[in-house]
DNA sequence: TAGTGGTCTAGACCACGCT
DNA sequence: GCGTGGTCTAGACCACTAA
């Protein structure tokens, strides 16, 4: 057959058939646990091969509108946990993207045995060195951000020889350090009488604190806990399905 | 040649040559701009066809771990925003997978032409008629989160007709209305006197609020604002690149 | 056991963007 | 120009599983 590459539309064949059937889910004519067509019947419909649909029909199930059993056929899903994106930004960008100045300041910086703590928030089997960093982001006049964070110093030996007085562990971990998984919590505290200090802030005061472990291949890497006050940061995260 | 799709090994070609090049990645022997064989030598490399090689290459784009660029090839990405996937729970689920009973109440239901706030909340162009709910839900005898909905009546005309006392407004809805997409705020409050009252906790607590706001495909289908209380609540999220 | 999805091939043409 | 990725085909075999 001639392939018409020029799709007779606008965009791709993939993105067509994907717009059309989720089309059909989305707008609730095929509810959940309705059998959709067959990749063969589809193919067909499309005058495509199959694997093109078979393409589709993968995002589909990766983006969790259907499932599909062998022998049975696809199914559109029933909705059940959300999930969204959430999308975690330098915190430089993040100031810079409110038009705000953005400053740093390194407030302390200590090397020590890990102790329990440590351990715990790295996650670390045994005991190893490592560099304990405060310091405090700004944006314009106002503290912005209060990080403490832990470097694993047997998984990023460079780092003990760095000042991070110019710049940020986040950003330098960043670019120096591979990573292959991280864990993110989000909670919320009352701001402790140091921490309240330092933000500028009246104690007790609602803050968001974002907490982020980060392991390399061959272990933990750093743990980073970021202290928000009060209710001036907001965390967003998008849904879309099949994006 | 010859088909013997019993990979020689345990899982599928695809996955073989996507942990060979993420682990070449996230080791660091290939780091940030470093370029990546091309398709073709990756594919006479591997014995397989090109297609094949193209799959994987998609899925590291998809994941964030690669750029390509046409005439130049492909190149290992700067890590950069980290992208974080947040799983959103059904709260029933939520407090039974903490071995507690489930409770829901109804606080109150009522009807009105939205006013301003209301349509804020929403994204509501013009007014239309929305349905308040307040209701609670609890993990043994404490309360457990205290959920202000919005519900767009222009798109979920059923809902009027429904009164929420045995079932919560979250599972009712995702059966009941088809919706494409979704946005979530997460930030600390500190709790207001009503609030605090109806969570049982002192005034000014710290608290954890998420907002969604759901679009079907003709508009705004609901807002809802749940109040979690004190920092018991953790909202948690994973990044795996490859995922 | 037969139907369905899962995977793969060995080609092909096209568009884009370096050089 | 020409090399690279982007897309697509018309087959094929296999594994799984529901009937």
Redesign the interface.
């Known amino acids: 057959m001639r392939k018409d590459t020029a799709i007779s539309g606008d965009t791709t064949l993939h993105s067509r058939i994907l717009a059309d059937i989720e089309g059909q889910?989305?707008?609730?004519e095929w509810?959940p646990g309705h059998r959709l067509p067959f990749e063969v019947d589809l193919a067909a419909q499309y005058g495509c091969s199959r694997m093109t649909v078979n393409k589709v029909m993968g995002q589909l199930v990766r983006s969790g509108l259907i499932e599909r059993r062998k022998k049975s056929g696809s199914f559109v899903a029933q909705?059940?946990?959300?999930?969204?994106?959430?999308?975690?930004?330098?915190i430089k960008?993040e100031v810079q993207s409110l038009k705000l100045t953005y400053g740093y300041a390194l407030i302390s910086r200590t090397t020590r045995r890990s102790d329990a703590e440590d351990m715990r928030r790295l996650g670390l089997a045994k005991a190893t060195d490592v560099l304990d960093i405060t310091c405090l982001h700004s944006a314009g006049p106002d503290p912005f951000c209060l990080e403490k964070r832990l470097i694993n110093l047997a998984m990023v030996q460079q780092a003990a020889g760095f000042d991070f007085i110019e710049i940020a562990p986040g950003p330098w971990l960043?670019?120096e350090?591979?990573?292959?998984?991280?864990?993110?919590?989000?909670?919320?505290?009352?701001a402790e009488k140091e921490e309240a200090r330092l933000l500028r802030l009246p104690p007790?005061?609602?803050?968001?604190?974002i907490e982020?472990q980060t392991w390399?291949?061959d272990g933990p890497v750093t743990n980073v806990r970021l202290t928000?006050p009060?209710?001036r940061?907001?965390?967003?995260?998008?849904?879309?399905?099949g994006g």
Chains 1, 2 share one sequence.
């Open positions: 889910i989305v707008s609730g509810p909705p059940k946990a959300q999930s969204a994106v959430l999308e975690i930004h330098d960008d960043l670019a350090v591979p990573w292959t998984s991280a864990q993110h919590s989000i909670q919320a505290i009352s007790h005061q609602a803050c968001l604190v982020r390399g291949q928000y009060g209710s940061h907001v965390v967003t995260a998008q849904f879309k399905p």
